[in-house]
Nanobody, 126 residues
Framework: DVQLQASGGGLVQGGGSLRLSCAASGFTFEDSVIVWFRQAPGKERRQVSY????????YYVDSVKGRFTMSSDRAKSTVFLQMNSLKPEDTAVYYC???????????????????WGKGTQVTVSS
């Protein structure tokens, strides 16, 4: 069975840091793209960043660029999202998702994901 297990969320003061993890199993990790999305209350689920495991290339939306960093540990089939200089507007439920099949959909399209993990809550206080 495919599993994506996100963890590491919590409550942090503005300016603080958190590291989210997404442990994957049940598919060929090395051939996948792992995407982080977040969803704030009353808002749409939006892409935050992604990493292509095969070459470790990554992408970040402008609002987190320079503050968030993705990395992967192939031996553990796990990706990490290091979040620094957190702001109250980063408050959301964070989800990791995986793309393992060739698709024409954009990696920013939630409907283009093949698998989803359960979310982890990140709350940043002001």
């Amino acid at each position: 069975d495919v599993q994506l297990q996100a963890s590491g969320g919590g409550l942090v003061q503005g300016g603080g840091s958190l590291r989210l993890s997404c442990a994957a199993s049940g598919f060929t990790f090395e051939d996948s793209v792992i995407v982080w999305f977040r969803q704030a209350p009353g808002k749409e689920r939006r892409q935050v960043s992604y990493i292509r495991i095969s070459d470790s290339s990554s992408y970040y939306v402008d609002s987190v660029k320079g503050r968030f960093t993705m990395s992967s540990d192939r031996a553990k089939s796990t990706v990490f999202l290091q979040m620094n200089s957190l702001k109250p507007e980063d408050t959301a439920v964070y989800y990791c998702a995986a793309v393992v099949k060739t698709s024409m959909r954009s990696l920013s399209d939630p409907h283009g994901m093949d698998y989803w993990g359960k979310g982890t809550q990140v709350t940043v206080s002001s």
